[in-house]
């Protein structure tokens, strides 16, 4: 990784910080008909007052489950970020992710109607969509937001890095593209908080970034909601983990602002 000197640096953990639990579970889905494991983090900190755990969803767990939860542990500890179960969800082969994240109802179907409960099993979790997030990188950020459209009563805050906005490709879909964009323009409910981000060497998807920005802004105003509580944040850098990595924790920040220290 080649960073430049204004770069941010990448988060790590904070070795003074109570360590939390991580915890390996298999999920079986009889909607998309397979079995991957999640991660589940669980920070040292409870929620205050007793309160159920919020949750957040990350796509693509494997590729975060190794080195995110003691990030994690030290943000819950500084106040950074709220008590919440972060939950890493495989995204299995290359196959099976190019057709889950890619505004697949079946995908959206296992997480809420599946996944949650079966976690509710484990865990005392909240049924408040307000207080319940999904993440995501790339294609997984595109999901996070058909998430949030798709089952408004279950999902209710979105971080999309380098969300693949301009799906479907116009070149298989009849001319079509930027459909989320579009169900955007014409939702009856929006997600309450939705930070987005995107990189300005990214040139298939910074302007779908900046053009779904407008529409949830727009639309916020129409349904008597707060503009301002959809945040798009543009960084000189590419399609890659590192920026992603590095730019993770100020986005699961704004998403949760509201939610208890």
């Given amino acids: 990784m080649v960073s430049l000197p204004e770069a941010p640096v990448p988060p790590a953990g904070d070795p003074g910080a109570p360590a939390g639990r991580v915890e390996e579970r298999g999920f079986a889905s009889a909607v998309l008909g397979d079995s991957r494991p999640v991660w589940v983090h669980e920070p040292a900190r409870r929620p205050p007052g007793g309160r159920p755990w919020p949750v957040a969803l990350l796509l693509d767990g494997r590729d975060w489950h190794a080195d995110l939860p003691r990030v994690l542990d030290g943000l819950v500890h500084t106040g950074t970020l709220p008590p919440m179960l972060t939950v890493m969800?495989?995204?299995?082969?290359?196959?099976?992710?190019?057709?889950?994240?890619?505004?697949?109802?079946?995908?959206?179907?296992?997480?809420?109607?599946?996944?949650?409960?079966?976690?509710?099993?484990?865990?005392?979790?909240?049924?408040?969509?307000?207080?319940?997030?999904?993440?995501?990188?790339?294609?997984?950020?595109?999901?996070?937001?058909?998430a949030a459209l798709t089952d408004p009563d279950r999902f209710g805050r979105v971080v999309s890095q380098s969300g693949s906005f301009w799906w479907p490709n116009v070149a298989v879909a009849g001319g079509e593209s930027e459909r989320t964009t579009a169900r955007v323009a014409v939702a009856d409910r929006l997600p309450d908080r939705v930070h987005l981000s995107a990189g300005t060497h990214e040139w298939s998807l910074l302007d779908p970034n900046r053009r779904l920005r407008d529409a949830l802004a727009v639309r916020a105003a129409d349904l008597g909601g707060d503009p301002g509580a959809v945040l798009l944040e543009e960084y000189h850098g590419g399609h890659d983990r590192a920026c992603w990595r590095a730019g993770l924790p100020a986005a699961l920040a704004f998403a949760t602002g509201d939610w208890e220290r």
């Avoid at 196959?95 to 599946?114: N, T, Y």
């Avoid at 949650?116 to 979790?125: Q, S, T």
């Fill in 89 to 146: 969800v495989d995204s299995l082969d290359f196959a099976s992710r190019s057709e889950q994240l890619a505004c697949s109802d079946d995908f959206v179907r296992a997480l809420g109607g599946e996944l949650l409960p079966r976690l509710g099993e484990r865990y005392r979790i909240t049924a408040d969509p307000r207080r319940t997030l999904v993440a995501g990188q790339s294609l997984g950020g595109l999901t996070a937001m058909h």
